[in-house]
């Protein structure tokens, strides 16, 4: 049961809650469209044990116990701290949500581990998705939109498997508890995974907009660190798109079945343009 405590009243922000809001969305968009950002992945390949090339991506490539192995052949490179590798270069066990980064000839390649797999995901400036980038849409931040809730810790993390973007492709995290809050008067449990920093919290949801106005799969909130008695503040104006929601080379995983919420959170980021019916984006 939800506590008595935890009510829908907006938390008072600060008086800059605006000019906070737009500043802190600036930042987030110039993270997104980093030249080997997201919005620069030019494809995602699957190793399996059988040598194969791959167009983008120099070299004869597998993977098995030992982890990724490439073959550079004749003219092919790459560079590894730093350092121009040619020849056989073993890259060692990756351990889950886990990877390394690696320069190739006009950007970066991603050898990375997802979902029990190892993928290579090349990323170039130049890419179309990048260049032709407009921004994110996004509702304008509302102050009712931040809101209380407490944090309920399980007993020990419990491992939550989640589907992902990729059909039949599953992640596996540890959920260290959920989140109690209420909605418009609706009660609500959201099952939360570990954020970036120490102590912070994560929360993948969909919720009525989904497929309307919001990218249909998921949508991520950061939620600070619960205070001595739990309590912790949801600000949905900083609800963000993941990105699976710009490229289909992405493996984001979707929220657990609890946090597919029933009401409108008609806040944060909405379906980039490039989703849109219409748009045409260009994935070569």
């Not at 000019?19 to 030249?35: L, M």
Request: glycine share 12%; hydrophobic share 35%.
């Amino acid at each position: 049961m939800i506590n008595d405590t935890v009510s829908a009243t907006a938390v008072d922000p600060r008086p800059d809650f605006e000019v906070a809001w737009r500043e802190w969305h600036r930042r987030h968009e110039e993270v997104r469209a980093d030249p080997h950002g997201f919005l620069a992945v030019t494809g995602l390949h699957w190793l399996t044990s059988v040598p194969q090339r791959f167009p983008d991506v120099p070299g004869e490539w597998h993977t098995g116990d030992d982890g990724p192995v490439v073959t550079l052949g004749d003219g092919e490179s790459l560079v590894i701290d730093g350092r121009q590798t040619q020849g056989r270069h073993g890259f060692g066990p990756i351990a889950e949500r886990a990877g390394v980064t690696v320069g190739i000839g006009g950007g970066v390649l991603e050898v990375a581990r997802r979902g029990g797999h190892d993928i290579l995901r090349p990323r170039r400036p130049d890419h179309p998705l990048r260049v032709g980038y407009r921004g994110t849409p996004a509702y304008p931040p509302d102050q009712r939109w931040v809101l209380s809730g407490r944090f309920v810790p399980f007993d020990s993390p419990r491992p939550t498997t989640v589907g992902a973007a990729v059909e039949g492709l599953t992640h596996v995290y540890d959920a260290p508890g959920q989140i109690e809050l209420a909605v418009d008067g609706v009660p609500l449990r959201l099952t939360v995974f570990n954020g970036t920093t120490p102590g912070s919290l994560s929360v993948l949801f969909t919720d009525t907009t989904s497929g309307v106005t919001t990218y249909p799969a998921n949508r991520s909130l950061a939620v600070g660190a619960p205070d001595e008695r739990g309590r912790v503040t949801l600000d949905f104006n900083r609800a963000t798109n993941l990105p699976c929601a710009y490229t289909d080379f992405a493996t984001c995983p979707l929220p657990p079945a609890e946090n597919r919420l029933p009401v409108a959170v008609e806040a944060g980021e909405k379906t980039p343009y490039e989703r849109l019916a219409g748009d045409s984006v260009d994935r070569s």
